[in-house]
């Protein structure tokens, strides 16, 4: 077990800054190579589809406000726009939204991007956080850096499967020997340039109990960083906010997500729904998948909602 100045010294020993270049903005998603995006179109072998991501609730997770014109050529001035087809055509209509979203937090599912976190006022690869603007957001590590979407193989390790439980209970950390122990079960390794998705099964809780409230729950434990390092992981993702909560370090709180995005440059999906990918997994026997991430492109953000899909 990790002490706390064993966890503080991961900022070093663990980092990535300089890896890839002074100028570097990806931090692991440099992993996912070619040769990494092949081999993640040969774990499709039987072309099934799962989201894993939670549908977007209104309005507990979204402000949203709809205009709805049965027939477009009677809305206010349409008989100025420039088309005349626009307001003689008298059969059409339309619907659209206008959409308000926090998407950070412990309900969306979404991708942090290596700016989202500072350490000492400092960011993935040493950029202070002054890059970060309250008008024009982030010039450095934004999601932006992930336009062409992340493509990789994803592996999912059921951590609740193998402790023979429905769900692992808040407060309770997912260490290595358990990685190591689900990829034994399931048949699996995790390999350079990999997405490791972590079941805890708290989609199970949410699913039959609704979501829980505060701030305790179960998820990786700071111990996992020097194996996803070693590994060489390119994404990590959880049915959780990622980090254990209580962390068991009094003065770091969230150590996997600072050392992960600050130090490392690993990218995070946070509370993801995995329950339809482990039942197919289960189902297929098969624990490794095609996985495609694709961020939307809003302009300096520390990330993006989004809809993982893992494909068998």
Same mark, same amino acid.
């Given at each position: 077990? &990790?002490?706390?100045?064993? *966890? ?15 100028? !570097? ?18 774990? #499709? ?9 939670? +549908?977007?609730? *209104?309005? @507990?997770?979204?402000? =949203? ?17 420039? %088309? ?29 991007? &290596? ?16 890059? *970060? ?40 950390? #997912?260490?290595? !020997?358990?990685?190591?122990?689900? +990829? ?11 997405? %490791? ?7 199970? #809780? =949410?699913? @039959? ?22 590994? @060489? #992981? ?15 370090? +009094? ?10 995005? %600050? ?19 289960? +189902? ?20 993006? &909602? ?7």
């Amino acid at each position: 077990m &990790p002490t706390q100045d064993d *966890v503080l010294g991961y900022f070093n020993t663990l980092s990535n800054w300089g890896r890839w270049g002074d100028d !570097d903005e990806l931090g692991t998603l440099n992993h996912i190579t070619d040769d990494v995006r092949l081999a993640a179109a040969r774990a #499709v072998r039987h072309g099934r589809s799962v989201s894993c991501a939670w +549908e977007v609730a *209104v309005p @507990e997770d979204m402000e =949203r406000s709809t205009t709805t014109c049965p027939c477009a050529a009677d809305m206010p001035g349409a008989e100025n726009m420039p %088309v005349p087809g626009f307001h003689a055509d008298r059969r059409w209509g339309f619907s659209s939204e206008r959409l308000g979203i926090t998407f950070h937090g412990n309900t969306l599912t979404h991708i942090d991007s &290596p700016c989202h976190i500072f350490w000492d006022g400092t960011m993935y690869n040493g950029r202070p956080h002054s890059l *970060v603007d309250a008008a024009t957001g982030s010039a450095w590590a934004a999601v932006t850096a992930a336009a062409n979407g992340i493509v990789t193989r994803g592996v999912l390790l059921d951590i609740a499967k193998v402790r023979d439980v429905p769900w692992l209970e808040p407060g309770q950390g #997912v260490f290595p !020997d358990d990685l190591e122990e689900a +990829e034994r079960r399931q048949g699996v390794r995790v390999r350079p340039g990999d997405a %490791v998705l972590l079941r805890t099964g708290y989609g199970r #809780v =949410r699913h @039959e109990a609704g979501e829980a409230s505060g701030f305790t729950q179960a998820g990786w434990h700071a111990s996992c960083l020097p194996w996803l390092h070693e590994r @060489e #992981v390119a994404l990590i993702g959880a049915d959780t906010p990622q980090d254990v909560q209580p962390s068991g370090y +009094e003065d770091v709180l969230m150590p996997v997500h600072a050392v992960s995005l %600050v130090a490392m440059g690993l990218w995070m999906l946070d509370n993801c729904d995995l329950e339809a990918c482990a039942t197919t997994a289960a +189902e297929l026997g098969q624990w490794d998948f095609h996985l495609a991430v694709a961020p939307v492109r809003f302009a300096g953000t520390s990330g993006s &909602p989004v809809n993982p899909i893992a494909t068998f």
